[in-house]
């Protein structure tokens, strides 16, 4: 159930479950599963006090959800924030639970939160209170490579998550394991290649292969493939930054960024990097000169002309009070629950499409599960492999060359001869999983009159895949 609210007061908990419960309509299942595949099974709450570099006591607010476990580890990032809650991480867990269904990655949802403003403590500080939270998630066993499984989110990044590595290593000597009990850690600490930017790439990837659908561009009055789309995003951390560099790779136009502290606007076209650039030296993205427009209110940036807009920074971003004035056609979800299901009703009558974050964002949890793999078989993806598909390839173009008497250029031997790196080898896995994934999606959506958007659809398609994991289980005992 969810977490009791005033009467008017926002709920994303109660939003997630809005919207499982539209889309449990069109399922056909018990109304008991559908309520223990919606319920989150296990809710840590804990305080613990931490002391101060002013020599001040301080107690720390904190939560570690497991939503499903209708699969093992569970899985979902730590949030730092002063605005984190009960009702937020319970939403976060359950939306990853339908996440890694949704992209076929084999975990239950979990999330993680603590809740303090990053920018107030120092680093030694942010150092204790990260592994006093992973001591007291041990002490419950919320924490394992086959239990839970933290990763990064918003406030939190490698250096957080190697501390928690650290941490659980200490308190577990000898697991062999250890360093599967947490993702997103550093190449340095067992982590991946292209993992930081996998959630940000793969938003890319979805928006991609919505607007290479010729005829979903026809009915938003767009011309099919990404190339020339005009897009804004919203929120330039580290999703939001990488997807706008690699959709500026696939060719689309960048036209508007919004951040905290204001949004900027440029009908041609801004620079990422040299925005980021501004940003460092001078604390706020406002004041960048080759930006037309710039909005100290930064929902204003939300609302100018564009083809795509991709809210990639917190919950509750568009609602029923903005959404009229957003001129966007498509909105990719790139961050947690941006939209709220009024909003999306409003959107989507009027033709819009919404690529929903619990598959949009599904990047991370995906790469993470390649790092995860990589933890457990104490190997790095093509360590084994490289060096011999490269003599294999090399042998191949040697018999062409000699058989068509065509001699081929040290370029182009290069490109057919060279073995997959790591970062190739995950960002292929993480493409063909975004690409089966939305059309799959896509698939459910067509199928069915009354599944009017891809939300609907994905969970549908989640409930489906849940239900057959807690069926082939059993109810025991």
Request: net charge negative.
């Amino acid at each position: 159930m969810a977490t009791s609210k005033s009467q008017g007061e926002f709920s994303f908990f109660n939003d997630v479950c809005e919207f499982f419960d539209h889309a449990a309509q069109f399922t056909n299942h018990d109304k008991g599963l559908l309520d223990q595949i919606k319920a989150c099974n296990s809710v840590y709450r804990f305080r613990f006090p931490i002391r101060r570099a002013n020599g001040k006591l301080e107690v720390i607010d904190a939560w570690r959800v497991e939503h499903s476990h209708h699969k093992s580890p569970t899985k979902g990032g730590i949030r730092y924030s002063e605005m984190v809650n009960e009702d937020e991480v319970m939403a976060l867990a359950a939306l990853m639970t339908y996440k890694c269904a949704i992209v076929n990655v084999p975990f239950g949802g979990a999330k993680g939160g603590i809740c303090i403003n990053p920018r107030d403590y120092s680093v030694p500080e942010l150092e204790t209170i990260t592994r006093r939270y992973t001591v007291e998630l041990v002490k419950k066993n919320f924490i394992g490579p086959a239990i839970d499984v933290p990763a990064p989110d918003y406030g939190t990044g490698e250096r957080e998550m190697s501390w928690i590595a650290d941490t659980y290593l200490t308190m577990n000597p000898g697991q062999l394991d250890a360093l599967g009990s947490v993702t997103g850690k550093p190449l340095s600490l067992s982590g991946i290649d292209g993992r930081k930017a996998a959630t940000g790439r793969g938003v890319a990837i979805a928006i991609r292969e919505c607007a290479d659908i010729a005829e979903d561009m026809k009915a938003l009055g767009l011309t099919p493939g990404i190339a020339g789309k005009r897009v804004i995003v919203q929120g330039l951390g580290n999703v939001g930054y990488n997807t706008a560099k690699v959709l500026e790779e696939y060719g689309a136009v960048i036209v508007g960024i919004c951040e905290y502290d204001g949004a900027l606007y440029n009908e041609d076209g801004l620079d990422v990097d040299a925005i980021l650039e501004h940003r460092r030296n001078t604390g706020t993205v406002l004041g960048y000169k080759k930006a037309k427009q710039e909005f100290t209110n930064p929902s204003e940036g939300l609302e100018q002309a564009c083809d795509i807009l991709v809210p990639a920074a917190l919950e509750k971003q568009i609602t029923e009070d903005n959404i009229g004035r957003i001129k966007a056609k498509i909105i990719a979800e790139g961050a947690n629950g941006p939209t709220t299901p009024k909003a999306e009703e409003i959107f989507t009558k009027n033709g819009g499409i919404i690529i929903p974050d619990m598959y949009c964002n599904a990047g991370g949890v995906t790469v993470s599960y390649f790092e995860w793999l990589k933890n457990l078989s104490h190997v790095a993806f093509g360590r084994m492999d490289k060096r011999y598909e490269e003599t294999a390839n090399r042998n191949i173009v040697n018999m062409v060359e000699a058989v068509t008497g065509v001699t081929l250029t040290s370029d182009q031997r290069s490109v057919i001869i060279k073995g997959a790196s790591e970062l190739e080898l995950v960002n292929s896995g993480l493409e063909d999983t975004m690409i089966r994934s939305y059309h799959e999606i896509r698939r459910i959506k067509n199928a069915n009159n009354n599944i009017g958007t891809l939300r609907t659809a994905a969970f549908v398609g989640s409930i489906d895949k849940i239900a057959t994991s807690y069926l082939n289980m059993g109810i025991w005992p």
